[in-house]
């Protein structure tokens, strides 16, 4: 799949890789400072981790955490972890040259290793504004059974966290960067409602996934970004990954009071920290972590982390225009459903689209690559026929199903169609097939099956029709 999606890659990269002196590239891999403050944008707050080898990171921007969890608050932080997290340079420190490095040490049940948190909890947009809170990280560089167990974070907790360690995950949890078992993918997760199920589903949240663009997530620096803008109405909650948006959660998706139980308080602290073991890495491996195998030393290296805010925030967001819902409520079945309008999505990415009306397009779909879609709305007159726009610049001989399945992934298929290569990635065809007939509200899943292990689709919107 990798190798496949290297064609979104932009040429710049490639001149640069070619032009600049390995020894430069070198450089600029392991010490970028701070990017300029984009136009239109002010920074709110920032740390490039230059100091002293061996020294720990400002105090005056972080505190370190210790233990195995906060005092009076749930044992393991809550997760299963298994670590002490402790103030040691030889666990948290910078590097000299412009890094910040959290390195876990251990073997067995007994590891050490570092969590450390912003002392400012007040991370929040104005109304009318985006905030965006980026990193640029390598993850532990380790990989197969010697990575078992490895779980390095960059995430954020909403401030009413601090001192009543019990209203999680009410209070709010934005997981930017999140990966375990040293796999080349990034999670991004977003933790709300009550525990357990509730609106964000949890304790697994509402989250996606993709591959690292390019190096994999271990073998390089990525930059890792979210954001939440209040721009819009309904707001929305965005992560990216090198700039390319894997994830989004809307604030329609919510009622009145989960939204506001994660967003009206003061606002968010920022944590980084490699756990050792618990319920997320035990559960993609399918045993307890770590393991004998499970090697020690390997740091998460942080370059920089930053806090940017968009405008001036001295005009009322815009309203979006909403269409009337279905009686029922949820989205209606008969409308055209954007494909990059998904709740959930496994292996994708969005890329701006040329396809009449503009937008984009959920892209770089590959076999076992999924799109989910909640609250769909057929009504009580039955839908039979599906139609999608789609493209692809597929090689010869490569070629695959579109599907679609109802409330699980692992459902029966109720429909589906074949796609080659339609003459390009941008190259756009509305295809249709029938279906196994729908009334009612249900969750829609679009899965993606091919013989081939490369990209074979793209898909701009979909619909449900009676013909």
């Not at 969590?115 to 007040?122: C, G, L, P, S, V």
């Amino acid at each position: 799949m990798q190798s496949v999606r290297v064609r979104k890659r932009s040429l710049l990269g490639w001149l640069t890789a070619i032009l600049l002196p390995v020894s430069l590239l070198n450089a600029m891999a392991a010490n970028a400072a701070v990017p300029a403050t984009p136009s239109g944008w002010s920074l709110v707050w920032s740390d490039d981790f230059n100091g002293s080898a061996g020294s720990l990171p400002s105090s005056a921007n972080w505190q370190i955490d210790t233990g195995h969890g906060y005092p009076g608050g749930p044992g393991n932080w809550g997760t299963g972890e298994i670590q002490n997290y402790t103030a040691n340079p030889a666990n948290v420190s910078l590097d000299g040259s412009g890094n910040l490095r959290i390195t876990p040490i251990g073997s067995g049940n007994n590891w050490t290793s570092a969590r450390i948190e912003t002392r400012r909890a007040d991370f929040k947009p104005a109304a009318g504004r985006i905030l965006r809170i980026e990193g640029r990280i390598q993850m532990p560089n380790v990989t197969g059974n010697a990575a078992l167990g490895y779980w390095p974070a960059f995430w954020a907790l909403g401030a009413p966290y601090r001192g009543n360690y019990w209203n999680w995950p009410a209070i709010g949890e934005f997981d930017i960067m999140e990966n375990v078992n040293g796999i080349n993918s990034v999670w991004g997760v977003l933790h709300c409602g009550v525990s357990a199920g509730g609106p964000c589903n949890e304790t697994t949240g509402i989250g996606a996934s993709r591959a690292c663009p390019g190096s994999s997530c271990q073998s390089a620096f990525h930059t890792y970004r979210f954001e939440w803008d209040r721009s819009v109405n309904p707001n929305q909650l965005r992560w990216y990954v090198d700039g390319q948006q894997f994830h989004s959660v809307s604030q329609g998706q919510f009622d009145a009071t989960t939204w506001n139980n994660m967003t009206s308080h003061a606002g968010y602290f920022i944590l980084l920290n490699v756990a050792i073991g618990g319920a997320f890495p035990n559960a993609l491996a399918g045993f307890g972590t770590p393991t004998a195998a499970t090697v020690s030393g390997r740091p998460m290296v942080v370059d920089y982390v930053a806090v940017w805010q968009s405008g001036t925030g001295t005009t009322p967001p815009p309203t979006s225009p909403t269409p009337s819902p279905p009686p029922g409520g949820g989205v209606d079945a008969r409308s055209t459903i954007q494909a990059e309008a998904y709740q959930a999505q496994a292996g994708t990415i969005r890329e701006t689209t040329t396809d009449a009306g503009g937008g984009q397009n959920v892209g770089a779909i590959t076999n076992g690559d999924w799109l989910r879609f909640d609250g769909v709305n057929f009504g009580s007159t039955a839908a039979t026929q599906f139609r999608a726009r789609v493209a692809s610049g597929a090689a010869g001989g490569v070629s695959g199903l579109i599907q679609v399945r109802l409330d699980s992934l692992t459902g029966p298929v109720i429909g589906d169609f074949a796609l080659a290569n339609t003459g390009g990635w941008q190259s756009w065809r509305t295809i249709p097939a029938n279906i196994t007939p729908v009334t009612g509200t249900h969750t829609v899943y679009l899965t993606f099956s091919s013989g081939q292990p490369a990209d074979f689709i793209n898909v701009n919107w979909f619909t449900f029709s009676t013909t």
